[in-house]
């Protein structure tokens, strides 16, 4: 069955500071592989996906993403945190729109 | 662009109650997604329309929640006899087409349902 993972519930980083976000995966065949951002009272926007190709994406507001295979993970990545990175972030895998599976989330908060 | 219209954004009832929820995807987008987003957790499907038509439920609690979209355009999720557990936001999304992963979906900012 496919699920996803997300160890870590709640991160607290510096401004400034560099982040990484874990995620973990389970599925039966090539995935397709999502990261999301909720900030409060908003809805989900879409940072980046990976299909195929190459496994380090690129996404908006400075995020990237490398898909490793051979650990079943999808990590976010950003080098430098703002204070208005503050939200929570959801990874998400599946292989059509209502096949999709999310993570529990990961809340960020940003120290000044 | 206008975004995934949502209302009411909070509704407070008591178990045993109905509620209902409105939704207006971004004008132009066939397909419609209701998810529901319990605390802690990350949302899940309910129920997917392409126009009008229902194109997966299977996650849908039938004996108590139903959706339409009848002129493919806006849609109502409702609940009744609402639940203690169906406490939630539930989330709108939209799409431009058909249930290829290549159409993003765009969310709207949730209804905050508490039920007491």
């Known amino acids: 069955a496919q699920s996803v993972t997300q160890p870590d519930i709640h991160i607290t980083v510096s401004e400034g500071a560099s982040l990484e976000l874990r995620c973990n995966y389970s599925?039966?065949?090539?995935?397709?592989l999502f990261w999301y951002v909720q900030s409060p009272g908003q809805g989900l926007q879409l940072l980046l996906k990976?299909?195929?190709?190459?496994?380090l994406v690129q996404g908006i507001k400075g995020f990237e993403a490398e898909f490793k295979r051979s650990q079943s993970s999808f990590n976010l990545r950003k080098p430098s945190v703002h204070w208005s990175d503050a939200a929570e972030y959801f990874c998400?895998?599946?292989?059509?729109?209502?096949?999709?599976?999310f993570g529990a989330g990961t809340r960020l908060t940003v120290k000044p | 662009e206008a975004g995934v219209a949502q209302s009411p954004r909070y509704k407070i009832i008591e178990k045993r109650q109905s509620v209902a929820f409105w939704c207006n995807p971004i004008?132009?987008?066939?397909?419609l997604y209701w998810y529901q987003q319990i605390l802690g957790q990350g949302p899940k499907l309910l129920i997917q329309?392409?126009?009008?038509?229902?194109?997966?439920d299977s996650q849908l609690p039938k004996d108590r929640f139903s959706a339409e979209r009848l002129k493919g355009v806006d849609s109502t999720l409702k609940i009744q006899p609402a639940k203690l557990e169906d406490s939630a936001v539930y989330l709108c999304?939209?799409?431009?087409?058909?249930?290829?992963?290549?159409?993003?979906?765009?969310f709207g900012p949730g209804t905050r349902l508490t039920v007491l």
């Open positions: 999304a939209s799409s431009s087409s058909g249930t290829d992963l290549y159409n993003e979906q765009f």
């Open positions: 599925y039966g065949a090539t995935p397709y």
């Open positions: 990976y299909f195929s190709g190459d496994t």
């Open positions: 998400a895998v599946g292989r059509d729109n209502n096949d999709m599976r």
């Open positions: 004008s132009g987008h066939a397909t």
């Open positions: 329309f392409q126009n009008n038509g229902v194109v997966d």
